[in-house]
């Protein structure tokens, strides 16, 4: 845990705002896993005739 007791202000926004950039960031790795597995699972799904 950080003890964030004898930060600045300007300290504990900077923090915050790495913390959020850092957030989004891993937001934006998942989402781009998970659009890979999905157009993964559609090619082999067309690939061997189980779509539509």
Same mark, same amino acid.
């Given at each position: $845990? +950080?003890? =964030?007791?004898? #930060? =600045?202000?300007? $300290?504990?926004?900077? !923090?915050?705002?790495?913390?959020? /950039?850092?957030? *989004?960031?891993?937001?934006?790795?998942?989402? /781009? !896993?998970?659009?890979? +597995? *999905?157009? +993964?699972?559609?090619?082999?799904?067309?690939? *061997? /005739?189980? $779509? #539509?």
């Amino acid at each position: $845990m +950080i003890d =964030t007791q004898h #930060w =600045t202000p300007e $300290m504990l926004a900077e !923090f915050k705002r790495r913390r959020r /950039g850092r957030n *989004y960031l891993l937001l934006a790795a998942l989402g /781009g !896993f998970c659009l890979l +597995i *999905y157009a +993964i699972a559609l090619v082999k799904l067309h690939e *061997y /005739g189980q $779509m #539509w």
